[in-house]
């Protein structure tokens, strides 16, 4: 089974500033999605940025942008110019390519933006 | 476009009763949908796969008899949890599956389940 391992519970960046989010997983296949997904205090899950395991080039969205090291099995997230409204949980999750196709999450690192 | 209405958004129940959240896809078919559960402070801990049509998919642990999903229509699956206890204290969260240019999830804003 996959497994998605999230090192750092708490990490704090100062405002406008860059902070680096770890993720790093476990699979035996070759084909798979990765993603990182963000919970601000409403619950509400929003996807932040995703990445094909076929693709070489990195994932950016905005100010965000992934580390994707497949050999290492790391999927590490950036984010650069952080503001206040970037604080929540932020999950990274694995999906299989084929068979099911649910997502399996880390277990979260909580950012905090200091102003 | 892609949105997933998830209601009650909290409700509180007495225990020994039953309660139903509905998940209902508003712009989309939603053939596959899941049903997490949430502790505070923790991460989303998969319940169910429901595809429509079929019976639900239970994830190893989860007791199917108290943990009722149906997912009857292509916009609307359902959790019922029953006979429910202090224990099934929690946030309950559902995401459904939906194809555009890739494969994508949409997630429901979550209920609060709380047993008194």
């Known amino acids: 089974a996959q497994t998605v391992t999230q090192s750092q519970p708490e990490m704090s960046v100062q405002e406008a500033e860059t902070v680096t989010l770890s993720c790093t997983y476990d699979?035996?296949?070759?084909?798979?999605?990765l993603f990182w997904y963000k919970q601000p205090p409403s619950r509400q899950m929003i996807l932040v940025i995703r990445?094909?395991?076929?693709?070489?080039q990195n994932a950016t969205e905005n100010r965000f942008s992934v580390n994707f090291q497949k050999a290492a099995k790391s999927f590490s997230l950036k984010i650069s110019d952080s503001q206040l409204g970037d604080a929540a949980m932020y999950f990274c999750?694995?999906?299989?390519?084929?068979?099911?196709?649910?997502?399996?999450f880390g277990q979260g690192t909580r950012l905090t933006i200091n102003p | 476009g892609a949105v997933v209405s998830q209601h009650p958004s909290w409700v509180i129940c007495k225990s020994g009763t039953s309660v139903k959240i509905e998940c209902r896809s508003l712009?989309?078919?939603?053939?596959?949908m899941f049903w997490y559960r949430q502790f505070p402070k923790q991460s989303l801990m998969l319940m169910a796969t429901?595809?429509?049509?079929?019976?639900?998919?239970?994830e190893q642990g989860v007791e199917k008899d108290k943990f009722l999903i149906n997912h009857a229509s292509l916009t609307l699956s359902t959790l019922t949890v029953t006979s429910a206890h202090p224990e099934d204290s929690s946030f309950y969260i559902c995401?459904?599956?939906?194809?555009?240019?890739?494969?994508?999830?949409?997630f429901g804003s979550g209920t609060r389940l709380t047993v008194v």
């Open positions: 429901s595809n429509e049509g079929s019976k639900a998919t239970y």
């Open positions: 990445q094909e395991a076929y693709k070489q």
């Open positions: 995401s459904a599956l939906y194809l555009r240019e890739y494969d994508g999830y949409t």
């Open positions: 999750a694995y999906r299989s390519a084929r068979g099911a196709q649910k997502l399996v």
């Open positions: 712009d989309f078919q939603a053939t596959t």
């Open positions: 699979t035996s296949e070759s084909d798979y999605y």
